[in-house]
């Protein structure tokens, strides 16, 4: 699934080359991905048709497109979702779902929503031009210059979750997810299953620190691209799985000290630790009951 650093490429390149265009026609070819728009597809379509794109917008994993009226194009890639700006003339894409033709730019261009699954999807966000209600609840992630660092350690050091779960829960911290979780945990020397409360202010500090500096170091190489699911808008690649320490490195040397990368199976996906640089924490002493004397 396309993190953030993936997500923020296709903002860029949205805001690029998008914002100032007028929206003509949409054409919806799957309903699946305009499921949560209440209108259903053709009310979504009219909604979007004759509007201007004023900029482009993310919080975590979500991008929007705020539009001339105060309403906002909200969407989310989920696990294979492309937004592709493609010339009139391109040819259809194989899972093409949501063609929109745009003017006003420097040139007439489509942009596609393309999802060969269709987890992602669509929908257009009532008076969401500033903040869509419908992502509010998403904490800022640390890239965001209004991220709260001290609130994020004092919440974290009250939760008794392993900080890989802390790490991914979006109501506290957004857009870090697997990859670059178990990447951060590598560069802090922590293991995922480390409880929140296990952690000192320093430690948890540490840590906030390494997901910004992996995150940033992967913005600026383009992403992280495993496959041909993740491209940005002009259908090319990224590059950072090539710096990667722990993610999809079973059984390689850690790049620290040599001992083999292992694999877990962790929330229906993989974690990768390098089981010396990162030691499993010790199981919390559980108390033996004092029995009164008869």
Not at 109 to 117: E, I, T, Y
């Amino acid at each position: 699934m396309p993190e953030l650093p993936e997500v923020e490429v296709v903002r860029a390149g949205l805001e690029r080359h998008v914002t100032g265009s007028r929206i003509t026609r949409v054409d919806v070819l799957h309903p699946r991905p305009v499921r949560r728009d209440p209108r259903g597809p053709e009310g979504f379509a009219a909604a979007l048709a004759g509007r201007r794109i004023v900029a482009a917008r993310r919080r975590g994993k979500y991008l929007w497109l705020p539009l001339d009226n105060g309403d906002a194009l909200l969407g989310h890639l989920g696990m294979s979702g492309q937004l592709l700006v493609q010339p009139d003339d391109a040819v259809p894409e194989r899972h093409l779902r949501v063609r929109m033709v745009l003017d006003g730019a420097a040139e007439d261009r489509n942009l596609h929503f393309v999802d060969q699954r269709m987890f992602g999807g669509l929908s257009v966000s009532t008076g969401g031009a500033e903040l869509p209600a419908e992502i509010a609840h998403i904490a800022r992630d640390p890239l965001d210059p209004e991220f709260d660092d001290d609130l994020f350690v004092a919440r974290v050091r009250r939760r008794s979750s392993g900080v890989k779960r802390l790490l991914l829960d979006q109501g506290l911290v957004s857009g870090v997810g697997n990859i670059y979780a178990d990447e951060a945990l590598w560069r802090a020397r922590l293991h995922g299953e480390r409880p929140g409360d296990r952690l000192t202010a320093a430690q948890a500090r540490t840590l906030l620190g390494h997901a910004r500096e992996v995150m940033e170091e992967a913005l600026g190489q383009g992403g992280t691209s495993f496959d041909a699911l993740y491209v940005n808008v002009n259908g090319e690649s990224g590059y950072f799985d090539r710096s990667l320490h722990a993610y999809g490195r079973q059984d390689e040397p850690c790049d620290r000290c040599g001992t083999p990368i292992r694999r877990i199976a962790f929330m229906n996906r993989s974690s990768y630790f390098c089981p010396r640089c990162q030691p499993v924490p010790r199981r919390r002493r559980v108390p033996t009951p004092v029995v009164a004397p008869d």
